[in-house]
């Protein structure tokens, strides 16, 4: 049996890549967790009525066909991939966001075969609530995206560094697995059921918790609390970012299996 696997449990929580690999072969629905930034900008993307294409980070080829099938990439008119920034684009702008973790992550989760949404703080609730419409009463896989340790070799060949675990993304996952259980989904694992224990314990915390992070307080630092603010507002969206046909689009209007 593969334990790693997280197998007799509805509701199954691991990290990064390895965690995609882990339970992408047997959960039908797959959750990406990238707080800060990724998951936030989608959100804000899809909620102006947009769509977002995810994009392996350093890949040239994935970027040129992105170009053909006509979206913008982030570096083109001046937007870069921040939620303060998306706010600027023209409604209905559809996008092609490369990311380290989260548009990364997205990519291999589709790869497996199962349906991929992507959540924040913002859209846990609504996330969730189409994530079990898709899983029919089968399981859930939440997948934290985490961070990177900067060791230096990000620059040569789009080379990322070593997961770092982080606040803002455990605090996100949690929120999606609290609503799930809100939802009648039982037998979450022990590591989902961490997750959302964390997220109950902080509370009215939570956004305070964050901005107090590493993540948040490097964020502020370099200018970019505004980020900070958006990704901080807890179950604020109504939006449901599904991968349809390679792109997220918001589903929240739709009707699920």
Do not use: Y
Request: charged share 15%.
């Amino acid at each position: 049996m593969n334990v790693f696997g997280q197998g007799g449990h509805d509701i199954r929580l691991e990290w990064s890549a390895e965690g995609v690999a882990a339970l992408g072969g047997e959960c039908p629905v797959l959750v990406v967790v990238d707080v800060l930034s990724f998951s936030t900008t989608v959100d804000l993307a899809l909620g102006r009525g947009g769509r977002v294409l995810p994009l392996p980070w350093g890949d040239a080829d994935a970027a040129r066909a992105a170009k053909q099938a006509g979206a913008l990439l982030p570096d083109e008119r001046g937007w870069p991939l921040r939620p303060f920034s998306v706010l600027t684009t023209p409604p209905g702008t559809f996008l092609a966001l490369p990311s380290p973790n989260g548009a990364t992550l997205c990519t291999l989760a589709a790869e497996t075969g199962a349906h991929v949404l992507t959540a924040c703080l913002r859209n846990a609730r609504a996330v969730a609530e189409v994530a079990n419409a898709l899983a029919g009463g089968r399981p859930t896989g939440v997948i934290p995206a985490g961070e990177r340790w900067d060791t230096g070799l990000a620059a040569r060949d789009g080379a990322i560094g070593p997961l770092r675990p982080c606040v803002e993304d455990h605090l996100g996952a949690g929120a999606v697995v609290d609503a799930l259980l809100g939802l009648g989904v039982q037998w979450p694992s022990p590591e989902a059921s961490l997750a959302a224990r964390a997220f109950r314990a902080a509370g009215p915390d939570v956004g305070a918790v964050v901005a107090g992070s590493a993540s948040g307080q490097e964020l502020r630092e370099a200018g970019h609390g505004g980020d900070v603010d958006l990704a901080i507002a807890v179950n604020r969206s109504p939006v449901a970012p599904l991968l349809v046909e390679g792109s997220f689009q918001d589903v929240t209007h739709r009707n699920h299996p």
